[in-house]
């Protein structure tokens, strides 16, 4: 009689496991619904998604990396979909549709070679050469600019804004994202330095998107502390603090016994001293402006505003910096320390109300290293999705100076190295072929999905715009408001050429990844989910079209 094998369990209770085809269906299913998601979003025909959340907030957006994030995806292999986008966000600001939908559709295609029996690893090599090669095309492709093509540099923003819900003022955003980041970048020994952060993006609800304005300095959401201070100060000597104008509490526990109200009255009165004696070292220095991050006592505010000193206090450290940048202050933490030398100066502080809100304007200022753009729109989630745009334009701008190097868009590039792979393709004669030649047909994703969100023939089109490059025309893109291929650099559909290498780069890193995992080992959780995997994961295993959870 045969001895009953007894089972041997080497993971915890509760654990679930999915291995080999099963694992690797599911985990690609999982990207690609991400992608599928934000694919209709594509282009300048490309449609909104509106977002609610448990708090009944709404966001109403076009913008990739916004929407992967509102929207809280669950599945493991879906948020690793949802970091291409972020990585894309953060390295150029603008092209996270585009990585994600390349990422999705590479996936798909590696799921054909994977039903035809070609094995991850050399489905991986072939896209990872095959990447290589794209970036290569594309360098050789691309073309120069510098700080000094005004027009091109514009036309780089438009392509942001276009398809946007700010779209019908893009020629006035167009024009304020350039002078913006001309405004804030630094050249060193032929280095470009740009910090997005030296771009103020502040946001106020009423006007229309067109009354949107560039401040040639900072815009502060703070009012003066005391009514009775200046609402405009002409020629401004402003001082950063980094401290209290206040008396510190002791740091230890101190027990102060009074015993008549004289001693009481004294204490009091060296509390008053000690407060004028710092509004006194302020107005010694010069200053007039006084930006505090911390707190400003009630006492020294009267005093400040005896003095005529315009004074705004718990100001941001990062305003703080901006402030710095744009004026020549010095941000002094000890008031002791504070000499006329430390003051910025301005050629205005003003306070104005936008809406129903009191902000501070510093504006006029000489060569400002920061800039603020307030943003305007009839509604919280039209100005919203304005500043959205203008981060993408922004974004795309300094990509642009930053490399030097900029292509056409309406899916010509992605055409062009499509064809110039199939050529490589040719030169290899394993199984990575196939994977070169998967790579090539999944660039092609791009100008198909612009031609169905137009409500175009994908196919007809398809046809078209090879045939076009195969004649040379290597900036032959769609054009979705005629339904034609033209040629795009004409058009003025221009983008910088980091959004292409770096949406490449990821997208198939990314691909390789997840093509590789082949055994997902989800472990129990405790708590609300019980003993199963975590949310959304939809227990892995029984998957189907429905497992991600969003």
């Keep these: 009689m045969a001895k009953e094998v007894q089972p041997i369990f080497i993971l915890p209770e509760g654990t679930q496991r999915t291995t080999g085809r099963t694992a690797q269906r599911n985990n690609i299913m999982a990207a690609k619904l991400v992608a599928e998601t934000v694919r209709t979003t594509l282009g300048p025909k490309g449609m909104d998604k509106m977002i609610v959340d448990s708090m009944g907030d709404i966001t109403i957006t076009n913008d990739g990396v916004t929407i992967l994030e509102e929207m809280h995806v669950e599945h493991p292999a879906a948020k690793m979909i949802v970091e291409v986008a972020k990585t894309q966000e953060a390295e150029v600001g603008d092209g996270t549709t585009t990585a994600v939908v390349i990422a999705g559709e590479l996936l798909r295609r590696a799921e054909e070679l994977l039903d035809r029996n070609v094995h991850p690893t050399v489905i991986a090599k072939g896209f990872r050469l095959a990447e290589e090669k794209a970036q290569e095309i594309l360098d050789k492709i691309a073309e120069p600019v510098s700080e000094k093509d005004d027009a091109i540099l514009r036309k780089i923003a438009g392509t942001a804004l276009t398809g946007k819900a700010a779209e019908s003022s893009k020629d006035v955003l167009s024009e304020i994202a350039v002078k913006a980041v001309k405004r804030v970048i630094e050249y060193d020994n032929g280095h470009v330095h740009f910090d997005r952060d030296h771009i103020k993006l502040e946001r106020k609800t009423g006007g229309a998107v067109e009354s949107t304005e560039l401040i040639e300095g900072i815009v502060l959401e703070k009012e003066a502390v005391h009514p009775s201070m200046p609402k405009l100060v002409k020629t401004p000597k402003i001082a950063l603090l980094d401290c209290a104008v206040e008396i510190k509490d002791t740091e230890i526990d101190a027990k102060i016994e009074i015993t008549d109200p004289s001693q009481m009255q004294a204490f009091l009165n060296q509390e008053e001293t000690l407060l004028i004696e710092m509004v006194d070292r302020i107005s010694a220095s010069g200053a007039n402006v006084v930006f505090c991050q911390k707190g400003i006592d009630d006492l020294a505010q009267h005093f400040l505003a005896k003095k005529n000193i315009y004074a705004a206090r718990r100001v941001k450290k990062s305003d703080l ?223 189907g079209g429905h497992g991600m959870d969003m």
């Design 321 to 543: 910096e901006a402030l710095s940048r744009a004026t020549g202050a010095r941000i002094v933490t000890s008031l002791k320390d504070l000499t006329s030398k430390d003051l910025g100066t301005a050629g205005m502080v003003e306070e104005r109300k936008i809406g129903s809100e009191d902000m501070t304007f510093v504006t006029g200022c000489k060569n400002p290293k920061a800039v603020t753009i307030l943003v305007r729109g009839g509604t919280e989630h039209v100005a919203d999705e304005a500043k959205r745009a203008l981060t993408d334009a922004i974004g795309d701008v300094a990509a642009a100076l930053k490399i030097g190097k900029i292509v056409a868009g309406a899916g010509a590039p992605e055409v062009e190295v499509a064809k110039e792979l199939r050529k490589y393709a040719e030169s290899f004669s394993g199984r990575e072929q196939l994977a070169i030649s998967a790579f090539a047909d999944a660039l092609e994703v791009i100008p198909r999905t612009l031609a169905e969100n137009a409500g175009m023939d994908p196919i007809d089109l398809l046809v078209e715009l090879k045939a076009a490059h195969d004649k040379k025309q290597k900036w032959a893109g769609i054009d979705v408001f005629r339904g034609k291929i033209v040629d795009s650099w004409a058009a003025g559909v221009i983008e910088p050429l980091k959004i292409k290498t770096q949406a490449l780069s990821s997208a198939s890193e990314v691909a390789c990844m997840i093509l590789r995992i082949d055994d997902v080992i989800a472990g129990s959780q405790k708590g609300s989910h019980g003993g199963g995997m975590p949310p959304g994961m939809g227990g892995m295993g029984g998957m």
